[in-house]
């Protein structure tokens, strides 16, 4: 089983900084990529941006890239997210992910509990 838990999220004023970190636990061999999404209050989830597992390829949303970038740790399972220059738009709760690779294809199978992460202007 596959757990995942986030640590990192809090207030920050805009144009700060917040590094949120992800602590994966379970087998990864079937692990493609993992990564992060948000979702803000009355909006749908959304993807922010993910980091292949083996190969560490990075894809990034427009509305985060080049102020977020995003890492992995494959001897210790963590994934990290930096992002600077927030934006109040950022404000969310921030949830880890991985997805993995099926019998049908690729599914964001495993999810974490999310980080809050507000941004004030």
């Known amino acids: 089983q596959v757990q995942l838990v986030e640590s990192g999220g809090g207030l920050a004023q805009a144009g700060g900084s917040l590094r949120l970190s992800c602590a994966a636990s379970g087998r990864t061999s079937t692990w493609y990529r993992i990564g992060w999404f948000r979702q803000a209050p009355g909006k749908e989830r959304e993807f922010v941006a993910a980091?292949?597992?083996?190969?560490?390829?990075?894809d990034y949303a427009d509305y985060v890239k080049g102020r977020s970038t995003i890492s992995r740790d494959n001897a210790k399972n963590t994934a990290v997210l930096q992002m600077n220059g927030l934006k109040p738009e950022d404000t969310a709760v921030y949830y880890c992910a991985v997805e993995i690779i099926t019998m049908s294809g690729k599914d964001w199978a495993y999810w974490g509990q999310g980080t809050q992460v507000t941004v004030s202007s």
């Open positions: 980091i292949t597992w083996n190969v560490g390829l990075v």
